[in-house]
């Protein structure tokens, strides 16, 4: 069994930084596609940055320029860093892979359990 888990949400300004993290765990050979996914009450959970394992990224307008997306391949680990917060980046916020490949076998769209970044105005 391969797992996510994020961790680094939280109640901040804005303007504000946060940094989040999302390790994965359970005997992983690799990871592909990473990415972070936001939800913001009452609306769908959308895209807010992804990366390859190679490092090549890509960001949602509404970020672009504010949060930094990065990995430690070694570590399993995805990482968001947030900067300049805003009221609207409010939301749970998801670690994605797109497929893992582990000793017990390989697995595909693996979600953590999400972490709530509450930006204040």
């Known amino acids: 069994q391969v797992q996510l888990v994020e961790s680094g949400g939280g109640l901040v300004q804005a303007g504000g930084s946060l940094r989040l993290s999302c390790v994965a765990s359970g005997s992983i050979f690799s990871i592909n596609d990473m990415g972070w996914y936001r939800q913001a009450p009452g609306k769908q959970r959308e895209l807010v940055a992804s990366?390859?394992?190679?490092?090549?990224?890509n960001y949602a307008d509404s970020v672009e320029g504010r949060f930094t997306i990065s990995r430690d391949n070694a570590k399993n680990t995805v990482f968001l860093q947030m900067n300049s917060l805003k009221p609207e980046d409010t939301g749970v916020y998801y670690c994605?892979?797109?497929?893992?490949?582990?000793?017990?076998?390989?697995?595909?769209?693996?979600w953590g359990q999400g972490t709530l970044v509450t930006v204040s105005s």
């Open positions: 990366i390859t394992t190679g490092g090549s990224t």
């Open positions: 994605n892979a797109n497929t893992i490949v582990a000793v017990v076998g390989k697995y595909f769209g693996v």
